[in-house]
């Protein structure tokens, strides 16, 4: 089984201001170093382009990140063991504060493609239901069920 998660994060201005541009040049390097980093398995991609974000029709000033990693270790590394700590600690700079749930995390099979609309399912189950197997948190975590 592979991890999937989607988190998603509300600007608080548009990506092509002065406020959001140190955000925005630091999407290609976070990018990369996600691409490399062990247990990595696949993302949703913006475009062409490593500053692209995800394109969706959830409203202009969300910005959603998608990926599936090979284990819990493996994404909690990158996450809060990697350089992209630094940046997630800045996150207040660029995004509103929320009182709900903005990550989500679930169980795929290895060499599944999620939907982004699982994902933002998914995030909704969270929101409405508390953590389950189907929609879970790194703080309530969900270990996979052996069949």
Sequence with gaps: MHLAQLNVAHLLAPLDTPQLAEFVSLLEPVNQLSDSAPGFVWRLKGGDDPTDTVQHDYGDDLVINFSVWESRETLWNFVYRSRHLAVLQRRREWFHRVAEPYSVMWWIEEGTIPELE??????????????????????????????
Excluded at 135 to 146: C, E, L, N, R, V
Aim: aromatic share 14%; glycine share 10%; charged share 30%.
């Design 118 to 147: 699982d994902g933002m399912a998914r995030l909704e189950r969270l929101r409405a239901e508390g953590p389950g197997l189907e929609a879970f948190t790194f703080k309530d975590f969900y270990h996979p069920i052996s069949v």
